[in-house]
C-alpha cells in the first residue's frame, strides 16, 4: 500500500481538508466534528478496500494504550519537516514500541500528555456514548442523528489529539530537541500504517453510538419514484466518444434519451457493447518534486481511474414535479454488510417532470467529492503544489476564515483515486447503490462548483453543510439485522447493482 499511503495529492488532500475545516476559536465550521468524522470514515473506507484488492486484512484497531504497536515506520527520506526553523527528518518509529507519558515543550510552556489521562478520556466517552454522564461530559448524548457533531468534535479535539501527541512523540517522551513523526499533523500523517489504526480505533467509538441509533425507516422518505437494477447503466467515456463525437461538448443529454430512454426505457442494456459492468482502473508513473522538501526528484507510481458516464433511468410515478437527490455508493461485495465500508462515489440533485420516465447523465469527473476541475495529467497534478505557497503568502495576512474560502476551490478527493484499484485478471467484486432521496430541502447543490462541497463543506466560512441529512446517509445508521439487503429490500427509490473492478495495467491504453 505504499503508493497508496505516500500519494502526494492524496495526502496534500487530507491537509487541505483540514486547513479548511479547522476549528477558529469558538465559531467551528457548520457539522465540523460530525464531517471529521465522516470524512476520516470514508479515508478508512476507501483504504480498506484496497488494502482488499492487493490481499489484506481490514485494518486492526489500536485495541488499548498498553500493548506494544507492532507497527514500524521509517519515512520517506525526501520528507522533512519544518521545525525550530529548519528543515529535518520525520522521527521514524521502530516496531513494538509502547505508549508511554510525554511532556511536551513549545515556546517556553510545557505540557503533560499522559497514558493514564488518555486512558481516562477514552473511558469518560465510552460512559457518554452509551449514555451515562460523568464531569468531562454533563450533558447526556440524545441519541438522535443531530447529536452527531457534538459527539464527533469531543472525539477529535480530546481522544484524536491527544493520542496523535503521544504517538507522535513516542520515540522521545522529553520533546525537548527531538522532531515528532509524521503523526504529529496532517500533512504527511496518512503515510504511517498506524495513523489508520489510530482512526479505525476513534471511528469505532464512534459507531457504537450511531448503533444506538437503531437502522433507519427509509420507507418515511422515500420520493415517489422507481429505479431498477438494469436502470443503473455504466459506459466507458472513450468508448461513448467513438459514437457519438458530439458529446465532447457535453451533449450527452441528447444520446442519453435517444440510446437508453424512449421505446428503449425497459430494454437491458447489460450486454450491450457501448455499456460497461467493470471499472477500469490502471498504474501510471510521473516525475515527483518534493517542492515543499528539499525537491528532490522521484518517479513515482499512481493509480488512474478509466473516465466514465452513469445513465440513470428513473421513473417519476405521480403527477407533480419532483425535486430528486441520487446518492451513489460503491462497496467491496465481501464489506457489503458493514455500514462504514461503503465509499460515497457521487451526489447530485435533478428535477423531474410528472410521470417522465427519465435518463439521467453524469459524468463520473463531476463528482461531489473530488476536487474540480479533475486533475488528469501531470502539470493538473502538481498544480495541487500551490497549496504550500498560498498557505505561506496567506497566513499572516488573512483571517483563517478568508483563508479557508481561498482555499476551497482546491479541497476535494483526488479525481484519480476515485476508485479502488481492484485486481488484475477477473477483478474484484463490488457493489454499486444509486439510493434517491426527497430532495426538496436537503440543500444539495444543482450545479457544480469549484471544490468538495461533500467533504469541504460550504465555500464561505458561514455556510451550512450542503445537506440537511446525517454525512453518510444512507449509511448512517446500522443495518437491519446486520443486513445491507433486509435494509433496502423493497425500495423503489433504491437500485443496487453488481459491479467488477479490473485494475488493467498495461494491457489497456485508451486510457
Ligand atoms: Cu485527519
Keep these: 500500500m505504499f503508493w497508496w499511503r505516500n500519494d502526494p495529492v492524496l495526502n496534500e488532500f487530507h491537509e487541505h481538508w483540514h486547513t479548511v475545516m479547522e476549528k477558529v476559536d469558538d465559531d467551528p465550521r457548520d457539522r465540523g466534528g460530525e464531517n471529521f468524522i465522516y470524512t476520516h470514515r470514508q479515508f478508512l473506507a476507501r483504504y480498506e478496500a484496497d488494502r482488499l484488492c492487493v490481499g489484506m486484512e481490514k485494518v486492526v484497531a489500536l485495541p488499548d494504550y498498553v500493548t506494544p504497536i507492532s507497527d514500524a515506520f ?192 425497459d430494454v437491458n442494456f447489460t450486454n450491450s457493447p457501448i455499456v460497461t459492468n467493470e471499472f477500469h482502473t490502471k498504474m501510471k508513473y510521473r516525475k515527483y518534486v518534493w517542492r515543499e522538501d528539499k525537491s528532490d526528484e522521484e518517479n513515482i507510481s499512481y493509480l488512474f481511474p478509466r473516465d466514465w458516464h452513469y445513465f440513470l433511468r428513473v421513473t417519476n410515478d405521480v403527477d407533480v414535479i419532483l425535486i430528486i437527490t441520487f446518492r451513489i455508493f460503491i462497496v467491496p461485495e465481501v464489506f457489503a454488510d458493514s455500514q462504514v465500508h461503503w465509499i460515497e462515489l457521487d451526489k447530485f440533485k435533478k428535477i423531474i417532470q410528472p410521470f417522465e420516465k427519465a435518463v439521467i447523465v453524469r459524468e463520473a469527473d463531476k463528482s461531489i467529492i473530488i476536487r474540480k476541475p479533475a486533475q488528469k495529467n501531470e502539470s493538473q497534478f502538481d498544480e495541487s503544489q500551490i497549496f504550500p505557497e498560498i498557505k505561506k503568502e496567506m497566513q499572516d495576512k488573512l483571517t483563517k476564515q478568508a483563508l479557508s474560502e481561498k482555499l476551497f476551490c482546491h479541497c476535494g478527493w483526488p479525481y484519480h483515486m476515485i476508485l479502488p484499484r ?6 474484484t467484486k463490488f457493489k454499486l447503490m444509486v439510493f434517491i432521496s426527497d430532495g426538496t430541502n436537503d440543500m444539495v447543490p444543482f450545479h457544480d462548483q469549484c471544490g468538495s462541497t461533500e467533504l469541504c463543506g460550504g465555500e464561505k466560512w458561514s455556510d451550512k453543510i450542503p445537506d440537511s441529512r446525517p454525512l453518510g446517509y444512507p449509511f448512517n445508521r446500522p443495518f437491519k439485522n446486520g443486513s445491507y439487503e433486509k435494509t433496502f429490500k423493497g425500495l423503489h427509490n433504491v437500485a443496487i447493482r453488481d459491479i467488477t473492478i479490473i485494475w488493467k495495467d498495461d494491457d489497456f491504453s485508451e486510457f
Design 74 to 265: 521509517y519515512p520517506h527520506p525526501y520528507l522533512v519537516q519544518d521545525w525550530r526553523g529548519e528543515k529535518v527528518h520525520f522521527t521514524a518509529r521502530p516496531a513494538n514500541q509502547t505508549f508511554h507519558d510525554i511532556v511536551k515543550i513549545t515556546d517556553g510552556e510545557f505540557k503533560i500528555y499522559t497514558v493514564s489521562g488518555l486512558e481516562e478520556g477514552r473511558k469518560s466517552l465510552l460512559e457518554w456514548v452509551d449514555g451515562g454522564t460523568n464531569d468531562l461530559h454533563p450533558i447526556p448524548l440524545k441519541f438522535v442523528d443531530s447529536d452527531a457533531p457534538v459527539l464527533g468534535h469531543d472525539l477529535e479535539v480530546n481522544l484524536h489529539n491527544d493520542g496523535h501527541e503521544l504517538l507522535a512523540n513516542i520515540m522521545h517522551p522529553y520533546t525537548v530537541g527531538y522532531p515528532p513523526s509524521v503523526l504529529v499533523g496532517a500533512r504527511a500523517g496518512l503515510r504511517d500504517p498506524v495513523f489508520w489504526r489510530w482512526h479505525r480505533h476513534l471511528d469505532n467509538i464512534f459507531l457504537r453510538w450511531q448503533n444506538y441509533l437503531g437502522p433507519s425507516d427509509f420507507h418515511h422518505d422515500a420520493p415517489n419514484v422507481t429505479i431498477r437494477t438494469t436502470d443503473i447503466i455504466i459506459s466507458f467515456t472513450d468508448v461513448l466518444l467513438k459514437i457519438y463525437p458530439d458529446g465532447q461538448n457535453d451533449e450527452w443529454n441528447e444520446f442519453g434519451k435517444n440510446t437508453f430512454g424512449g421505446s428503449n426505457f
Design 422 to 427: 481492484g485486481t488484475k485478471g477477473k477483478g
